[in-house]
């Protein structure tokens, strides 16, 4: 059983750009959660999601920044018009369950995209 | 703040020594969680503490959990140099319909060998 998989691993943007950042979660699970690491910082919420519902976007900034999982197919966070601050770790995680985190069962991480914006 | 705090920020041990790293928080939580982070690598879960356990071990590690405090402590015992990472507590909440992992800030460990 494969774990969650993110992809691309780093992806270097130029200002203006946009990224399109990957989560493929682990097989069975319906639930993803997104999370952003700046450096040297713990990692912090942006978004909980369920196929084809967003659960909860509290974290996410108001603008330029948005997020899915689809039906079929990866979870995708997308940011438009990057700018430098949005240089960071960016981090998929899934559970098999809605609440599961809170069902004591552990949310499995991916390894993590490291967006470069120059 | 919806953070947890972990403190220290910082710790720097000789490979052998026991290191303690303590977490606070800050509103009720279902459970709290432990994870390690390699520099520029992904989290690893180390273990999970329920709301309503006090203790909790695997293997050389030992979590301790005080709710009345909003606490938890994590001793990795009798420690090496593959120890050095930084070490994550996550409160596991629900709140407004949601649930989500709360991280601190982490501890930095540095086990020199």
């Known amino acids: 059983n494969a774990g969650v998989m993110q992809n691309p691993r780093h992806l270097v943007r130029r200002r203006g750009q946009e990224a399109r950042l990957r989560c493929s979660p682990m097989k069975g699970h319906s639930h993803v959660y997104w999370y952003r690491q700046l450096p040297e910082e713990g990692l912090k919420f942006m978004v909980y999601?369920?196929?084809?519902?967003?659960?909860?976007e509290s974290g996410m900034p108001k603008e330029r920044f948005s997020a899915e999982f689809p039906k079929e197919g990866p979870s995708i966070l997308r940011i438009q018009q990057v700018v430098r601050g949005d240089s960071a770790a960016y981090f998929c995680?899934?559970?098999?369950?809605?609440?599961?985190?809170?069902?004591?069962?552990?949310?499995?991480f991916g390894q993590g995209t490291r967006l470069t914006v120059v | 703040s919806q953070q947890g705090e972990e403190d220290p920020q910082a710790l720097s041990i000789q490979e052998g020594e026991n290191a303690t790293m303590n977490c606070s928080y800050k509103t009720s939580i279902n459970n709290l969680q432990w994870y390690r982070q390699n520099s520029g690598r992904g989290l690893v879960h180390l273990i999970l503490?329920?709301?309503?356990?006090r203790e909790k071990h695997s293997g050389r590690l030992r979590v301790t959990l005080d709710t009345s405090k909003k606490s938890s402590s994590l001793l990795i015992t009798a420690s090496r140099a593959a120890d050095t990472a930084s070490y994550f507590c996550a409160t596991a909440r629900s709140q407004g319909g949601s649930e989500k992992l709360v991280f601190g800030k982490g501890t930095k460990l540095t086990v020199n060998p």
């Open positions: 503490i329920r709301s309503n356990e």
């Open positions: 995680a899934s559970s098999p369950l809605r609440g599961g985190i809170v069902l004591n069962t552990e949310a499995f």
């Open positions: 999601l369920q196929k084809e519902n967003i659960i909860d």
